[in-house]
């Protein structure tokens, strides 16, 4: 299947899924072209934040890394399709996956007990108006001490109107969080504007 034709897709089947000897001989290729197309599909939103924004080809090629690498075959394949299906955009939404990355283990920990509640606050705004974040609900990610994951599974509901303003040319769109630990945001080029709106149906 040609990557190219992938990105209109909302959901992974099992006929989608290679044999394993016959992924190991394109994986090179695949992860390449995967990490050239995530080049506009990654932004970074302050020092500590990035946000990934996942489609059917980084989910595709999640699913087939996981069996790839852990070799647990059809068992393992309806685990790793109920995981990573969630994070497939519907046609109507983004679904970002959030890494808060901090390298000095102590400052880490120091962060992400402050963060607690960050995945409730994140936004986009398209020329002014506001789309909040709803987390991926499989497990809660702030503990009942208030401690944030380092990880966070975020998606964004658009209605038609907030979609035909977010494919409009030269639309100003901000991505960021409200949290009072950590308030950043990012204008997006117009180049990642447009590579994002093609995951809308």
Wanted: aromatic share 8%; charged share 30%; hydrophobic share 40%.
């Amino acid at each position: 299947m040609d990557i190219a034709t992938m990105a209109q897709k909302i959901e992974i089947t099992r006929e989608d899924i290679m044999d394993m000897a016959e992924y190991g001989a394109i994986r090179k290729e695949r992860r390449r072209t995967l990490i050239e197309k995530k080049k506009l599909r990654r932004i970074a939103i302050g020092p500590d934040a990035t946000a990934h924004f996942e489609d059917y080809d980084s989910m595709w090629l999640q699913v087939h890394e996981m069996l790839y690498i852990e070799k647990g075959g059809e068992e393992q394949l309806a685990e790793e399709l109920a995981a990573y299906n969630p994070l497939i955009p519907k046609g109507r939404e983004f679904v970002c996956t959030v890494l808060f990355e901090v390298d000095d283990p102590e400052r880490r920990a120091q962060f992400l007990a402050g963060l607690g509640g960050v995945e409730e606050t994140m936004f986009i705004r398209i020329d002014g108006e506001e789309i909040m974040g709803k987390a991926e609900e499989d497990i809660d990610r702030t503990t009942a001490a208030g401690k944030a994951s380092a990880v966070q599974f975020i998606h964004f509901p658009f209605t038609d109107a907030q979609v035909e303003a977010f494919r409009r040319n030269g639309a100003e769109i901000v991505v960021g969080f409200k949290h009072p630990a950590y308030g950043h945001m990012v204008k997006l080029s117009d180049e990642t504007r447009a590579a994002l709106a093609v995951d809308f149906a």
